[in-house]
């Protein structure tokens, strides 16, 4: 009885919380979310457009939609969060979309959105009933666009001059649509030019700027011409184009311009290898053909000895070409004085027709050089012997004697512009030095000097490639005889030079008491160097005479005093004219041993 009086009340409990939960359930609320249209906001906001990679992704949208059901979405964007003027970047029916760097940076630069320069970027979805919700992209675009020259205008005509190298022919100038001062990355500019027609398969680089124009002088532009194709005095066709260069993360974005095509005349570089001296003021010469003075040219400098006077006008003009006479091209006195020459004060403007010079100084010979580096026109004395731009050269090197400066190898002045000398060669660097006195400080030249001053040079001889660019002998090692000359340009080698037309001088007279007047013991003066005979003699004060040949005693050619001064030589004082029946040489010198020298080339006899 009581198991069932507890089941009982089992029962009438649950009844009774089963019938309690009924009235709780009836009195909660359910909410349920809005449906949503919602544009996610990305991971990342910013984005670089990389040109390296153009149909890589640009960014990539999502949404959710939960209010309209199968609509196409249509993704715009503005660059004001108002978007007054939308643009649409396309359409789809899906929950996301994605543009490639190509595209989105062409829409950008439809939009004149400047390049490399981070801009905001608003995007938004259009379902044509709904919009949805605005982010926000900080985007930099690459440059598209290309810069385009303003001037000069192809077809323009220019016409160099040597007046004034220095000074500008022509300034290209150029707009760059793209870039402006907040651009992030540094961009320059490369002008390019080649001959026209070639589709720059050689471009030639006349220089590079951060700006947007670039100067060309006369001389650079001359240059340039010359070295491609271009001919003195003659318009050729030449195309220009610039090249932008931006200097990115992904690397080096270039941007090409259009061609302008201009036409060019370049002037002459070349030095005639002679002037010619014409008109009265070059008395040797006078206004005609028959006989006009020549200045040869060493390396940039053209000289020579001229008899000059002042009388019968006094003038004269240089003329480049012997075989046009009057029809060559002539220098005149402006045509000097407009390249910024100084010229010698006996010089001035003749204000004749042709404006040439005028000789004002004392009538007699001088030695002109007209020096084309350093722009001078100067007189002095006249040179007796060979003209060169220096006495002698002066080789240094392990090639030869070594680099110092104990015994450099003296390359002597034999001739006009041309040096010559025997050299021990080693296979091994050298240089060519000026000054033994101011050894290392004194002008050189190495082989890239000669090379472009377009010396033909001995196969034997090359660039050694060192640190100055030496001469390096590559040849069998021995005794050579070395020729520079500057009037042919050429440096050669050969077997060893005769230096002088005889081996020795030989000396016979009672001035030379270890001779006297016989041919029991003539005294040798031997060849010591180019043209040069030295050696040490005993003199007494009495007269003597130089002999050529021993063997043939009296029937020897034979020097007196006469014949030296007859030649120009500077004879030392303590020698005169014996004034005896051969008009020997007499010594009036303190009796003793010299050294005596004879340096034919330079032509001066000296006693030490």
Request: charged share 15%; glycine share 8%; net charge negative.
């Amino acid at each position: 009885m009581k198991k069932y009086f507890k089941k009982i009340s089992y029962l009438i409990l649950s009844l009774t919380l089963v019938l309690g939960s009924c009235d709780v359930e009836e009195s909660l609320t359910i909410v349920t979310p809005d449906p949503e249209f919602v544009l996610n906001t990305p991971g990342i906001s910013t984005i670089f457009l990389n040109f390296e990679v153009p149909n890589n992704p640009a960014f990539t949208i999502n949404w959710v939609d939960e209010i309209n059901t199968g609509a196409t979405y249509t993704i715009e964007m503005a660059t004001a969060p108002e978007f007054e003027n939308p643009i649409s970047l396309g359409s789809t029916d899906l929950s996301n979309f994605s543009m490639t760097v190509a595209n989105f940076n062409q829409v950008l630069d439809n939009q004149d959105i400047k390049s490399f320069s981070a801009t905001a970027v608003y995007m938004r979805l259009n379902t044509g009933a709904t919009v949805s919700n605005t982010i926000l992209f900080q985007v930099s675009k690459y440059a598209v666009q290309l810069p385009s020259i303003t001037s000069p205008t192809s077809g323009d005509a220019f016409s160099l001059s040597d007046v004034d190298p220095d000074l500008v022919a022509v300034t290209i100038t150029w707009d760059d649509p793209e870039i402006t001062a907040s651009s992030t990355v540094p961009v320059s500019y490369r002008l390019e030019a080649a001959e026209s027609g070639t589709d720059f398969a050689t471009p030639f680089v006349l220089g590079e700027t951060d700006d947007n124009s670039l100067d060309l002088t006369h001389g650079d532009l001359n240059t340039f011409v010359l070295d491609n194709n271009g001919v003195a005095a003659n318009a050729k066709d030449y195309d220009f184009r610039i090249i932008a260069i931006a200097e990115t993360a992904a690397g080096d974005l270039f941007r090409t311009s259009a061609n302008i095509t201009l036409s060019i005349t370049p002037y002459d570089v070349a030095l005639a290898p002679i002037l010619y001296v014409v008109g009265a003021g070059a008395v040797d010469a006078g206004w005609g053909w028959d006989s006009p003075v020549e200045l040869v040219l060493q390396g940039k400098k053209w000289s020579g000895n001229i008899n000059l006077s002042p009388d019968n006008g006094g003038n004269f003009r240089f003329f480049t070409d012997a075989t046009l006479t009057w029809g060559s091209p002539s220098y005149n006195f402006p045509y000097f004085l407009d390249r910024g020459y100084t010229i010698d004060s006996n010089f001035e403007d003749a204000m004749d027709g042709d404006n040439n010079f005028l000789f004002t100084g004392t009538a007699g010979e001088y030695f002109l050089e007209i020096d084309t580096e350093n722009e001078t026109i100067t007189l002095g004395p006249a040179v007796v012997g060979p003209n060169c731009n220096y006495d002698q050269l002066w080789v240094v090197g392990a090639g030869a004697n070594g680099w110092n400066w104990d015994n450099p190898v003296q390359i002597s002045c034999t001739g006009t512009g041309v040096y010559e000398g025997n050299i021990n060669l080693k296979n091994d660097a050298f240089r060519f030095f000026t000054d033994a006195v101011t050894q290392w400080s004194s002008t050189s030249f190495n082989y890239p000097y000669y090379e472009n001053e377009g010396y033909t040079i001995d196969a034997r001889l090359e660039n050694a490639l060192d640190g100055d660019s030496n001469f390096k002998f590559t040849g069998t090692p021995g005794e050579y005889g070395l020729t520079i000359d500057d009037v042919n340009k050429t440096i050669t080698l050969s077997d060893p030079i005769k230096l002088c037309e005889l081996d020795q001088l030989w000396l016979v007279g009672a001035g030379v008491p270890d001779a006297g007047w016989g041919w029991d013991s003539p005294v040798a003066l031997p060849c010591t160097g180019a043209g040069v005979y030295s050696g040490q003699v005993t003199f007494a004060n009495d007269a003597f005479r130089f002999f050529t040949d021993a063997t043939l005693e009296w029937g020897s050619p034979s020097y007196n005093y006469p014949y030296y001064e007859g030649e120009g030589y500077t004879i030392d004082a303590n020698f005169e004219n014996a004034a005896d029946g051969d008009s020997n040489v007499r010594f009036i010198g303190t009796p003793g041993t010299y050294t005596l020298t004879i340096d034919t080339v330079n032509r001066t006899i000296t006693l030490q």
